[in-house]
């Protein structure tokens, strides 16, 4: 699986392209437009715009605490406690006449919290050696390496790929 929610939230605010500078501006979660669109969320209420800014931090904590080797019990009880008001019932279904499947049923009390705990979900699901920051001097895109070796180094081939062999070209020739 891919984390999509952990790496929504970890590059919320980091361009796109390198070299624009270090952060997005302004702030996709300044305004409850801005922050509905960067959540991929229909909605955002103005009152929950601080939740997800705690919600963003936190994600970033752990994201550097994982790349950087750094305690993680502290924003992984942040996390915990955003997640709190979300909610599972276990179902289980009959298929097939004979057989048994559990699933979660989420109440999910509100957006931040549904984001919450699927952040937890997933960093508890991922192989953390897979998530890895962009190579490329100056791309700060955080992403999961799904190949099978492993041995992803960019964000994506285009540009930051292609641009490290460039450098590494132009190193060589001179
Ligand atoms: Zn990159």
């Known amino acids: ?3 999509d929610t952990l790496l929504r939230l970890a590059n919320l ?25 960067a959540l991929g969320l229909s909605r955002v209420d103005s009152t929950e715009l601080d939740a997800q800014r705690e919600l963003h931090a936190v994600t970033l904590a752990l994201v550097d605490g994982l790349l950087g ?5 502290r924003p992984a009880a942040r996390l915990t406690r955003l997640a709190e008001p979300s909610a599972a019932t276990v179902r289980l279904d009959v298929a097939d006449g004979q057989s048994l499947r559990t699933r979660l049923e989420w109440k999910d009390a509100t957006p931040t919290a549904a984001l919450a705990r ?7 699901g991922i192989d953390p050696r897979r998530l890895k920051r962009c190579a490329l001097p100056g791309c700060e895109l955080v992403f999961y ?25 132009r190193a060589a020739a001179s």
Do not use: F
């Not at 605010?13 to 669109?37: C, H, M």
């Not at 081939?157 to 641009?163: D, I």
């Open 69 to 73: 080797g750094r305690p993680l019990a």
């Open 118 to 124: 699927q952040v937890a979900m997933e960093l508890g």
């Open 1 to 3: 699986m891919t984390p």
């Open 13 to 37: 605010t980091v361009p796109r392209k390198p070299g624009r500078g270090p952060r997005i501006y302004p702030d996709p979660l300044a305004n409850p437009e801005s922050a509905a669109q």
């Open 145 to 169: 390496d799904t190949t099978r070796s492993g041995t992803r180094r960019w964000h994506a081939e285009s540009p930051c790929g292609a641009r490290a062999r460039q450098r590494r070209y």
